[in-house]
């Protein structure tokens, strides 16, 4: 077996492999072996026909295809394995050439790890944003975890207001026909939530306890049911029973409900410090990224297409896991977003562009800084996770070993990525400055990290 590798554009090479006649007449008959038992020829037992008895019925080349599916995938790995390729997707395969008395060419192209040229990565200058967390941070996390608790309680009014749990019937038609997904009974509306469609909501507004009324409304032009887009529609809604929030009182016992804190006091202490963790291992991130982002400016390197779909791939299912956590099924968020599967996954390549090339790139500098990670490094690191899931009985912690144990390779490569990325960082010029406040994305996790503490 002879084998040329040409490199393409865009990461790609193509294999060319030449085999002689001898080789293909072996695949010819592994495929006369596999398939003989098959074949009725008149005057042999089944399964006993001689290999030149079956051509001269079905013709010289019977075996043939068999012959190319036994020898393409095992041609294949031959050649990758000779010419030390890493591919990142199946290959296409042609056949350039067979004849049973010449022997075959086949080719074989395909996608392969990108090689990146490493630009500057050490003596970078960057700045870094410092967090302050205002005692705003602090009471805005608090009316968060006090509205979470809040309780619905019968309204002492019976006119519907805004901000009321409505509880309804409804039924709507369009052209005075019921439509389907239409209708509900007890079903409960926050009035002024914005749920419904625009309009719906503010006509309830009055309606009495007990009381019915038409609701008159036009879907949006853009619904997600297109039978329903640009539709005027009138739901008949029945008001049965008003409840309103009662917002529980901020003070010490409040403390104790929501949290492990014995006073207020403790408990805003415990969100400032989740916030300032919070903000720095966010700051944190977004350095190293800025950095990453200056050496790839001064790097090169070409990404395979197929290499930035399987990422994209990768990030559209963390995607639908995290719109699973909040009670949204794949399903259902392609219906109501209007968008395919297909679509969204091309949003997230230029995402998972960016990351294959940070990957490439800290990949580059471990090989470079020959960083290496020791036992003692994996350890800490299975202690530290040990250590944040809080108190466990015996056998959970030993099954959690075992689970840590058996990461091990992607623990060491996680550890390398982090000694590479402080590198860079401990090599740098940082400037410091000073952000406003913290931002709205970093709240929620700490307010929900106090409340599990």
Known sequence: MAVKMEKLENSRVKLTVDIDAQTLEGAMQEAYRKNVKRINIPGFRKGKAPRQIIEMNYGPNVFLEDAVEILVPRLYQEAARETEIKAVDQPDVDIEQIDRSEGAVFTFTVDVYPELQLGKYLGLEAEREIVQVSDEDVESVIKRQQERNAELVVADHTAVQEGDFALIDFVGYVDGKPFSGGAAENHTLEIGSGQFIPGFEEQLIGVEVGESKDVNVTFPEEYHAEELAGKEATFKVTVKELKEKFMPEIDD?????????????????????????????????????????????????EIPQSMVEHQAGHLLDYFFQNMQRQGFTEE?????????????????????????VHDLILSAIIDKEDITVSDEDVENRIQESMDAAGELTPELEERMREYWNSQRESLEASIMRKKALQLIVDNATITEVESISVTPASEEPAAEAVEQE
């Open 253 to 301: 016992e409040f403390a104790k409900d929501v949290s492990e804190y014995a006073t207020l006091d403790e408990l805003k202490a415990g969100i400032r410090k989740n916030l300032e963790d919070e903000a720095t291992r966010r700051t944190t991130e977004q350095l190293e990224n800025k950095l990453l982002e200056l050496i790839a400016e001064d790097s090169s390197v």
């Open 332 to 356: 259902m968020y392609l219906q109501m977003s209007g968008e395919s599967r297909e679509s969204l996954q091309k949003q997230f390549e230029p995402q998972a562009r960016t990351q294959i």
